[in-house]
């Protein structure tokens, strides 16, 4: 007997005073489980942060049918919520219109019924995994048994369906942006109103300032149409404003309903997306036929199984331009030292992209590898080195990374995150005190353009990304889907249910060959 370990669920984030209800509610959701009751004793808090339940699922590897009970159990962990689970409708055909270009000819003859008609069949799969792995030990091996098999893992691919399980003359459609700003918000929210007037959707909303529009006062509804959000694409930021936190899931449900809201589309990260699967759970015990759909907006890209979310591109396009600004500064001072702190609570994808789209970049410190200042191999003496060689250093720094040296604190924002302590500051005032004690001269610039990132508008990548995450998102809901978030996994686009996205953040692996690419650009050694 073995056992892999395997992240399944997790608790729901604070959304005010959200309190879950019994065994025999989440029996309805179909997560009357031991793995997901595992995770019901943190959702039955008050208030509390997205956290990863790890769990043991045991598997006898003797067993010769071993691949198909993991695939079997996978394929129920991915298996997409519908309205059908818990309401009885049926499908009529869609209104979303692929014009016909003439019948398809094959071999000489003419089919109009055979033709491909632009739609996704409800059986189309897409591959999670693409790489086959010989050994645990190659580079970012992701091995289920000791020996590395093959099992494949298919998801369920997005785009337009045949059916349809709404009206569209009689929709009213939501859109709601939570969390910090990110470039590509405003393409979203303008794919997802020109998708649903496609469909024929006449009441389209936008809810102000996050979940906090559902419940504060003094916070009407935003109409959007085609003429409204035409050009929103054009600038950075949120046509509908942002905020973090928000109400309990009972209110915001109450007023889902109170305004009379068929389809919610739902902006934002991990904790966002938390707060959707509560909205979409208590919209399922109601017995209200609401579809929740998510489009995953993170700018740190740590959203797991996904290639990566809308901002992320625009996020590295201009990091690196500070890297670049911050080695023109230090090449251009005597012994000139350049420090870029970047976005990157607890993954740094963006000061490891960022690093190496400079090449620039000297030294790159992020949350998942530790480091030392201090001692004969830490990044203050290989200062050192790079001054006494090159003349000057560029050191990038992700937000989130050497918390560890730092002054805890107890203080959580909106959110319920914890508040970080400034590393880049701390790294800047230790160069100084080093090169001071050392009595060599060092000129430090420090760069912190965090802000000025988030305000930006989506570059071309991530606009055609945005826009196809929007439109995927409304097909979603139109096909009855609720509880599901869209993304693009190994350039696929794919439909994903929410718990198994936010089980954990995503982080960068040590071992994978991109981080051993970063360290052949930088040329750094260990800081340890």
């Known amino acids: 007997m073995a056992f892999v370990s ?19 509610d989440l029996s309805l959701f179909g997560l009357n489980c031991p793995r997901f009751r595992k995770s019901a004793r943190y959702m039955k808090k008050r208030c509390i942060n997205v956290r990863a339940v790890v769990v043991k699922q045991e598997i006898d590897f003797t067993d010769p049918n071993w691949k198909k009970h993991y695939q079997e159990d996978f394929e129920d962990r991915f ?13 009529m055909p869609t209104t979303f219109s692929l014009k016909k270009r003439g019948p398809q000819v094959v071999d000489g003859i003419c089919d109009p019924e055979e033709r491909p008609n632009g739609y996704v069949n409800e059986d189309d799969r897409a591959l999670l995994k693409v790489i086959k792995f010989s050994s645990p030990t190659s580079a970012g091996a992701e091995c289920i048994d000791p020996d590395c ?33 990110c470039p590509g918000l405003n393409d979203v929210i303008r ?3 020109f998708t649903l007037e496609i469909y024929g959707v006449k009441k389209i909303v936008g809810i102000p300032f996050g979940y906090r529009g559902f419940f504060e006062k003094g916070l009407p509804e935003i109409p959007l149409s085609r003429q409204v959000v035409q050009n929103i694409n054009l ?56 579809s929740v759909v998510c489009v995953p907006k993170t700018i740190d890209n740590d959203i797991l199984l ?6 992320f591109d625009t996020a590295v396009e201009e990091a690196q331009r500070a890297i670049n600004s911050a080695y023109i500064e230090a090449r251009s001072a005597y012994h000139g030292i350049g420090l870029v702190k970047l976005m990157g609570r607890s993954s740094g994808f963006i000061a490891m ?24 191999y830490g990044v203050l003496r290989h200062l050192e080195h790079l001054i006494q060689t090159k003349g000057s250093a560029v050191v990038c720094v992700a937000e989130g990374g050497g918390q560890d040296l730092l002054q805890k604190s107890n203080a959580t924002d909106a959110s319920g995150n914890v508040v970080f302590g400034d590393i880049g500051v701390h790294i800047q005032q230790q160069i100084k005190k080093h090169f001071r004690e050392i009595d060599v001269p060092a000129d430090v610039k420090y760069i912190d353009p965090t802000y000025m990132i988030r305000a930006c508008r989506a570059n071309a990548s991530d606009a055609i990304l945005c826009t196809v995450l929007g439109q995927n998102a409304v097909h979603g809901a139109f096909a009855g889907y609720s509880g599901i978030t869209v993304g693009i996994c190994n350039t696929h686009y794919v439909y994903l249910p929410i718990p198994e ?12 060959r991109m981080w051993h690419r970063c360290l052949t650009s930088t040329g750094q050694p260990d800081f340890l």
């Open 79 to 91: 298996s997409l919520p519908h309205l059908r689970d818990a309401l009885d409708i049926k499908p």
């Open 306 to 311: 996904m290639d990566k979310t809308f901002g």
């Open 6 to 24: 395997s992240i399944y669920r997790v608790g729901f984030n604070c959304l005010g005073q959200h309190t879950l209800h019994s065994n025999e």
């Open 149 to 181: 098999s093959w099992v494949e893992q298919w998801v369920h691919r997005a785009g337009p369906r045949k059916q349809i399980y709404f009206k569209p003359e009689e929709v009213k459609a939501g859109i709601v942006t939570c969390g910090g700003l």
């Open 191 to 193: 794919q997802i109103v």
């Open 501 to 512: 996205v936010i089980a954990s953040p995503r982080f960068v692996d040590p071992n994978s």
């Open 353 to 376: 992209h960022a690093s190496l789209s400079s090449g620039q970049t000297d030294i790159c410190l992020i949350p998942e590898v530790p480091f030392s200042l201090e001692g004969s």
């Open 235 to 290: 600038a950075g930021g949120s046509l509908l404003g942002v905020s973090r936190g928000g109400a309990s899931t009972s209110d915001i449900v109450d007023s889902i309903q109170a305004r009379g809201i068929d389809m919610l589309f739902i902006l934002g990260g991990n904790g966002t997306h938390a707060g959707a699967d509560a909205i979409h759970n208590e919209c399922r015990r109601r017995r209200v036929k609401v």
